[in-house]
C-alpha cells in the first residue's frame, strides 16, 4: 500500500493573516482618546457642566433690561378722541443678599469637578479596556501559532507512521491516534483564529483604525513599571484615582445642595434701580412725565406648603448616599489593588515555574523520541510529550501576557494609564 501524502500545513492559516504592518499599543491608544464617541460625550458633558457653572454665577450678577410700550384709551362717550401712552424704561437689579445662589454656585463648581474627573475616568477606561483587549488579541495570536506548529509537528509525525507502516515497524493504529490529534488541534485552531479576529474588529472599533495585525510579545519575562510595593500604590490610588476624585466631588456637590435647599428659606435683598420716560397724547396736546426711581427690595418667604422641608430632606438622603458611594468605592478600589498585585506576583511565579517546566518538557521529548526510535516507548508516549511542550509553551506566554495585564490594571488604579506608560510597555513587543 502506498504512502498518503501529507496533509499541507496549517500554520500558514496564521501566518498569512499577518502581512500588513502591525500596530503598536500606543498607536491604537492615542488613535482611541481621540476618536472613540464615548470620550468625546464625556467632553461634551464637561463642557455642559462649565456653562451650567456659569448660569449659577449669573444670578449673583447685575441685571439690566429694558422696556418699550404703548396704551391706547378710549372714552365711553362718542366724538371724544383716544389718549395714548408711549414709554420707555431701563431697569436694573443689583443682587445683594442671595445664600441660595451662593450655594447653587458651590453645587455647580462641584459638579463641574465632577464631570472632569468623569472625563479623566472615561479616557483612563478606554486606555484600560484597550490595553486588555489588546493583550488578549496578542496573546491569542501567539496561542494560534504555537497550535499551527503542533499540528504541523503532528502532520509530520502521521506521515512517519505512515511510512512505518510500510516499512513493517509501524501500526495503522499509530496513524490514526496521530491523525486523531490533528483533527482535533485543527478544531482548536480554527476557533482561536475564530477569538483573534473577533478581537481584531474589537480593537477597531475601539480605536477607529484598521487593524490587521499586531505587535508581538518578546520572549522573556515583561520588566515592572508599576510601583513595588502596595502601600505605596494605595497611597497614590486614594490621592489620584479618577473614580474616587469625582465622588468625592458628587459628595461636595450634595453638601452644597443641602445648603441650597436650606438658604430657600432665607430672605433675599437686592437694589432695584428704574428710568422711565412716558409721553403722553390726550385732545391734540402731549405731556412728558420722567420717573426715576431708587429701591431696597426685601423677598421673605413665608409659607411654602412643606416643600422647602421635603428637599432638604431628600437633598440629606442624596448626600448620606453620595458618602456610601464614596466609601464602597474606596474599599472596592483597595481590594482591586490588592488582588491584581497578587495576580502580577502569581503570574510573575508561573512564568518561572513554566520557563523551568517547558525545558524540563523539551529534555523528556528529546528522550522519549530516541526511546521511540529505537522500540522502548510508544506512539501515544511520544505525542503525550510533544504536547507537554507546547502546553508549557501557551502556559509560559499565558504567564507573559497575565504579566502585563495585572500592571495594566494596577496602572489604572493608581490612575498611572497613560499613552506615555503604553509607551513604556511596548518594550515588551517586538518590531
Known amino acids: 500500500q502506498s504512502a498518503a501524502p501529507a496533509p499541507a500545513p496549517t500554520a500558514v492559516l496564521v501566518r498569512e493573516a499577518f502581512v500588513a504592518p502591525r500596530r503598536g499599543i500606543a498607536e491604537l491608544a492615542s488613535a482611541a482618546l481621540a476618536t472613540l464617541p464615548s470620550i468625546m460625550g464625556a467632553e461634551a458633558l464637561l463642557r455642559a457642566s462649565t456653562e451650567r457653572t456659569e448660569q449659577a454665577r449669573g444670578a449673583l450678577r447685575p441685571i439690566l433690561s429694558a422696556s418699550l410700550g404703548q396704551r391706547r384709551e378710549f372714552a365711553d362717550s362718542g366724538g371724544t378722541r383716544p389718549s395714548r401712552l408711549n414709554s420707555a424704561g431701563l431697569q436694573a437689579t443689583l443682587p445683594l443678599y442671595r445664600p441660595q445662589a451662593d450655594a447653587a454656585v458651590d453645587q455647580a463648581t462641584y459638579q463641574e469637578q465632577a464631570s472632569q474627573h468623569a472625563f479623566n475616568e472615561a479616557r483612563r477606561d478606554t486606555l484600560s479596556l484597550l490595553a486588555q483587549t489588546y493583550l488578549g488579541t496578542v496573546l491569542l495570536e501567539e496561542i494560534a501559532d504555537l497550535q499551527g506548529q503542533q499540528r ?7 506521515s512517519n507512521n505512515e511510512r512505518r507502516v510500510q516499512g513493517g515497524v509501524g501500526t495503522r493504529v499509530e496513524v490514526m491516534e496521530t491523525a486523531a490529534r490533528a483533527d482535533a488541534l485543527l478544531a482548536q485552531l480554527q476557533s482561536t483564529q475564530s477569538q483573534f479576529r473577533t478581537q481584531l474588529v474589537d480593537l477597531e472599533r475601539l480605536s477607529g483604525l484598521p487593524v490587521e495585525a499586531l ?4 520572549p522573556g519575562e515583561p520588566a515592572s513599571i508599576v510601583p513595588m510595593e502596595v502601600t505605596l500604590a494605595m497611597n497614590e490610588a486614594r490621592q489620584r484615582n479618577a473614580t474616587l476624585a469625582r465622588l468625592a466631588a458628587a459628595l461636595q456637590a450634595a453638601q452644597a445642595n443641602v445648603q441650597v435647599q436650606r438658604y430657600a428659606e432665607r430672605p433675599t435683598v437686592s437694589l432695584l434701580g428704574n428710568v422711565d420716560r412716558s409721553q403722553f397724547f390726550a ?12 429701591s431696597l427690595q426685601l423677598a421673605m ?23 456610601a ?8 478600589i483597595g481590594t482591586e489593588l490588592r488582588k491584581n498585585y497578587l495576580d502580577l506576583e502569581l503570574a510573575r511565579q508561573l512564568w518561572q515555574t513554566q520557563q523551568r517546566a517547558l525545558e524540563i518538557a523539551i529534555a523528556a521529548s528529546e528522550a ?39 500592571q495594566t490594571r494596577i496602572l489604572a488604579s493608581i490612575e498611572g494609564l497613560s499613552v506615555a506608560a503604553l509607551e513604556r510597555m511596548e518594550a515588551a513587543f517586538g518590531d
Open 152 to 158: 504541523d509537528l503532528l502532520l509530520q509525525q502521521q
Open 283 to 294: 385732545g391734540g396736546a402731549s405731556s412728558n412725565i420722567p420717573s426715576n426711581a431708587l
Open 325 to 332: 458611594d464614596m466609601q464602597d468605592a474606596i474599599n472596592t
Open 301 to 323: 418667604p413665608l409659607v411654602t406648603g412643606g416643600v422647602t422641608k421635603a428637599r432638604i430632606r431628600e437633598a440629606e438622603e442624596l448626600e448620606n448616599k453620595a458618602r
Open 368 to 406: 522519549t523520541r530516541k526511546a521511540f526510535d529505537a522500540g522502548a516507548r510508544s506512539n501515544i508516549d511520544l505525542l503525550n510529550s510533544q504536547q507537554a511542550i507546547f502546553s508549557a509553551r501557551q502556559a509560559l506566554a499565558s504567564a507573559r501576557a497575565e504579566v502585563l495585564l495585572a
Open 215 to 218: 505587535r508581538r510579545m518578546r
